[in-house]
T-cell receptor
């Protein structure tokens, strides 16, 4: 099993550009999450999903959108990137309580 | 912010010593979990303690939970250089859905 995978691993964007981060899990988990990690801030929840076709806002959802068209995939979109979105993004999945994390995507917005 | 807090922010010890990290959280919880993050990697689950438990062990890890003080501690005994990582506590509030609230983390450096 690959567990939770994320693509891309690293990306540089210019302000105003858009991109999609892809998360895939092969553990048949119902719940999936997107977090961002900034220095000294720990992990903050952006959006989450409780199952295929569902999404919900987390603690810091502004500027991001998500979709969960298939159970195994959870996409995070930035429609118009801003420097404040420079961060490391982690995807996770869980069922029921323990979360399994992907390796992260490092995003730099210039 | 609902984030929990951990102290110390950084801890430097020698191999063979014990390392203790503390975590405080803000709401009533269902359980509290500890995760490890090696540099440049994702988080890995270490141990879970439920709100009706006071202490739990797993190998060299010992976790305590004091719900009256809304605090937890993680003890790593006989530390090894390979234990060098950041450690995060994550509390699961009693609010229905599985949204973990992470602490700010403790950076542990274990020197040979």
């Amino acid at each position: 099993n690959a567990g939770v995978t994320q693509t891309p691993k690293f990306r540089v964007l210019k302000t105003g550009q858009s991109m999609t981060l892809l998360c895939a899990q092969d553990m048949n988990h119902e719940y999936m999450y997107w977090y961002r990690q900034d220095p000294g801030m720990g992990l903050r929840l952006i959006h989450y999903s409780v199952g295929e076709g569902t999404t919900a806002k987390g603690e810091v959802p502004d500027g991001y959108n998500v979709s969960r068209l298939k159970k195994q995939n959870f996409l995070l979109g930035l429609e118009s990137a801003a420097p404040s979105q420079t961060s490391v993004y982690f995807c996770a999945s869980s069922y029921p309580e323990t979360q399994y994390f992907g390796p992260g995507t490092r995003l730099l917005v210039l | 912010s609902q984030q929990g807090e951990e102290d110390p922010q950084a801890l430097s010890i020698q191999e063979g010593e014990n390392a203790t990290m503390n975590c405080s959280y803000k709401t009533s919880i269902n359980n509290l979990q500890w995760y490890r993050q090696n540099s440049g990697r994702g988080l890995v689950h270490l141990i879970l303690i439920r709100s009706n438990e006071r202490e739990k062990h797993s190998g060299r890890l010992r976790v305590t939970l004091d719900t009256s003080k809304k605090s937890s501690s993680l003890l790593i005994t006989a530390s090894r250089a390979a234990d060098t990582a950041s450690y995060f506590c994550a509390s699961l509030p009693n609010t229905g859905f599985q949204k973990l609230v992470f602490g700010t983390g403790t950076r542990l450096l274990v020197s040979p």
